[in-house]
């Protein structure tokens, strides 16, 4: 099954707040987890990704928190500011016959100032 | 800083009508795909080209879709006979080296079927 599950549909928080974004995968051969950011009109923009020998990746506000065993990877974004309201989609991507990514249905995030 | 470009931004057609949507990749990589993105949907694949031969496609992919890379940096998406719900964005992306990672996104082209 190549389906890549996420969560919230839509997601409203305040300046300085923290944005959770999860997902939940279910092909075990999936070994690439990008997170892209796409504003309004624009192409999806890769934002950060992470492969599964690792549990957390960090740059700047942005962290990827990856659970293999509970094959789930959240996105968090610390200090949200409204520059950060976008559609966020999680994928994943791997060695298991394809390496075209599989996307989420995307997560639109508003920050409020 | 390298991009990946797409033309026109919006192509507005009529139903049954051919349509070449274009992309210029960014110059070194390897690995082009095409995706389509219905409004307010996820991202989907379409068809992914390396050597110039398509090297996956998807179910979406059917006998009116065409993909071709004419010279050594464009590469298009032809829609043969258009139909209403092919109404999207549609994103060309390119890679560097390995498959399927680390994609870059165009700006994509708004079509419009009436």
């Known amino acids: 099954q190549q389906q890549v599950k996420q969560s919230p549909q839509s997601l409203i928080v305040q300046k300085g707040g923290i944005s959770i974004i999860n997902c939940a995968y279910e092909?075990?051969?999936?070994?690439?987890f990008p997170w892209y950011q796409q504003f309004p009109g624009k192409g999806p923009a890769l934002l950060i990704a992470?492969?599964?020998?690792?549990s957390e990746k960090k740059e700047g506000r942005f962290t990827i928190s990856f659970n293999k065993s509970a094959k789930q990877f959240s996105l968090h974004i610390m200090d949200s500011q409204p520059g950060d309201s976008a559609t966020y989609f999680c994928?994943?991507?791997?060695?298991?016959?394809?390496?075209?990514?599989?996307f989420g249905r995307g997560t639109s995030l508003i920050v409020h100032p | 800083e390298p991009e990946v470009t797409q033309t026109p931004s919006h192509q507005v057609t009529q139903m049954g009508q051919e349509v070449i949507l274009r992309c210029v990749p960014i110059?070194?990589?390897?690995?082009f795909y095409w995706y389509r993105q219905i409004l307010g949907q996820k991202v989907e694949f379409l068809v992914s080209?390396?050597?110039?031969?398509?090297?996956?496609k998807s179910e979406i992919f059917d006998d009116q879709f065409s993909v071709e890379r004419p010279d050594g940096s464009n590469f298009t998406l032809k829609i043969r006979s258009t139909k209403l719900e092919d109404s999207a964005m549609y994103f060309c992306?390119?890679?560097?080296?390995?498959?399927?990672?680390?994609?870059?996104f165009g700006p994509g082209t708004r079509l419009t079927v009436l």
């Open positions: 992306a390119s890679s560097p080296g390995t498959q399927g990672n680390e994609q870059f």
């Open positions: 092909n075990t051969a999936f070994d690439y």
């Open positions: 992470i492969r599964p020998d690792v």
């Open positions: 994928a994943a991507s791997g060695s298991g016959g394809s390496y075209i990514p599989t």
């Open positions: 110059s070194n990589h390897l690995y």
């Open positions: 080209f390396y050597n110039n031969e398509i090297s996956e």
